[in-house]
């Protein structure tokens, strides 16, 4: 208050009309009332800093919280991986043992049967020459038969006119 009696007093000095004077006097001390202090501003400031520091505190304790949580499932779902892994690795192998006695049961069940008609065809082979075999007999002898029956009458002949 004591400095708004001093503005006002200069101002009615300065020859300002004394309501225009106490209005503005009135108006500085409202405006002053809500300029803070050096004091306010630094326990303002004091007050800002131990927040921050409270929620800096709050803040990492929150992310260790959190990444020790995120570390738990991580490892977590790494042991879940490697037993699904085990599992189907077991279950490949399983399927694996089985296709491959499957196929070489039909390996084996082919190669049976392929010996079986290789022996076949081998049987028939065999019969089918021995009778194409009888057959150039036949013919040999129906040759030789042939030659026996035209060349004997021919030489004859031959000799026949030779010797006239």
Known sequence: MNLSLSLYEALTAASAPPEKAKA???????????????????????????SITEQGKDLRNLMS?????????????????????????????????????????????????????????????????SGLQSQINVMRWQIGLIIVCVAIPLIKLAFDLLTR
Do not use: F, P, Y
């Open 24 to 50: 503005a006097a009135d108006a500085w001390e409202a405006e002053v009332q809500n300029l803070a202090s050096k004091s306010d501003l630094q326990q303002t400031e004091d007050r800002l800093q131990a």
């Open 65 to 129: 919280e959190e990444v020790h949580e995120l570390r738990a499932t991580i490892r977590e779902q790494g042991h879940e991986l490697r037993t699904m892994i085990k599992e189907q690795n077991h279950e490949l192998r399983t399927m694996i043992k089985e296709q491959n006695h499957e196929l070489r049961t039909l390996i084996s069940e082919q190669g049976s049967e392929l010996r079986l008609s290789i022996q076949q065809q081998g049987a028939d082979l065999r019969l089918s020459m």
